[in-house]
């Protein structure tokens, strides 16, 4: 159970109690007020550079790539490890942008 489900609860539970519910609808607005406010890391932003590189790469490339012909295209991708362009690469393909296709038991990225 989350904090915010707790403070429902307890607020629903002690309903004839104002003051209690003033209390968990104070919380409750705090911790929504907390999610709201984050910004992003460094790192996030980076890879949001990241992700436009490469979405110029694909828009750019004739045929599908696979992910070590993607960071030899660009020279902003060089110093980037497979590993990461792949994480990269899977939030484009959850978000539509790219398309994700096997040949040969390998994995070729085209733009969607």
Known sequence: ????????LIATT??????IVEFCNHEIALID?????????????????FIEVIAE???GAEAPMTI??????????AGLTVQR???LLKKMVDAKRVV???EKK?????LA
Do not use: C, H
Not at 1 to 8: A, D, L, P
């Open 1 to 8: 159970m989350t904090k915010k489900e707790m403070f429902n």
């Open 14 to 19: 002690n309903a004839d109690n104002a003051e």
């Open 33 to 49: 007020e907390r999610r709201i406010s984050k910004k992003p890391t460094k790192t996030q932003v980076e890879n949001e550079g």
């Open 57 to 59: 790469v694909l828009a």
């Open 68 to 77: 070590a012909e993607i960071i030899a295209a660009d020279e902003r991708l």
């Open 85 to 87: 362009v792949s994480a």
């Open 100 to 102: 994700k296709t096997y």
């Open 106 to 110: 390998k994995a070729f990225f085209s």
